[in-house]
């Protein structure tokens, strides 16, 4: 297989073809190595327009989702980022390139392994990860001027909007399958904050997401 020939389509075919444009986000694509990210076994679909196992019934999001999503919340190397959902790590490996500093939490112990493994083989130095539960906020290492939830959440939790500095953005999934939207969430100061809906997708939840109260009779 011709790694780079791989590389070069998913980027032409599947990223620019999906309103990603910023021509920084698509070189780094090229810079961080996304086959030595995936399980062993999956490296020959690295690149392809999939969401890949990386174990424990988790996936990483397709790689259009991650350059898009990266596209949109713009980081800047002041800003201090949470996000929530380590995984493979492949996500937190470019958040990192593009940041200050990176916070990332993973609840799943093997998953935070391999993320770590992941992230300290290719020198990645300017993230801390926290084994733990972000999915309803991670207000230790706050505020964030970024802040990314790689699972989707029914109801997006006010603790983690209101963890965001003036001028921050947070990205999420909300809502429940089948209908749940791609949203960014900007403040302008405390309590100012506006929300919009990008696009529709679907992903896996985040363990110990919050949901909406349910009517009881």
Known sequence: MNLEQARH???????????VLDQEILDLLYLVP????????HRELAFSDLELPIGDGEKMWTPKLE???LQELAPRKSDNVLEVGTGSGYLSAL????AGHLHSVEINPKLAELGRRNLARHGVDNVTLHLGDGARGWARHAPYDVIVLTGSTPVLPRALADSLAPGGRLFAVVGEAPAMSARLVTCAAPGACHAADLFETVIAPLV????PPRFRF
């Open 9 to 19: 389509n998913m980027v032409e075919q599947q990223i620019r073809t999906w309103e």
């Open 34 to 41: 996304r086959e030595e990210f995936v399980l062993p076994q």
């Open 67 to 69: 350059a898009r999503v």
């Open 95 to 98: 958040l990192a390139r593009r």
């Open 208 to 211: 110990n997401a919050e949901h």
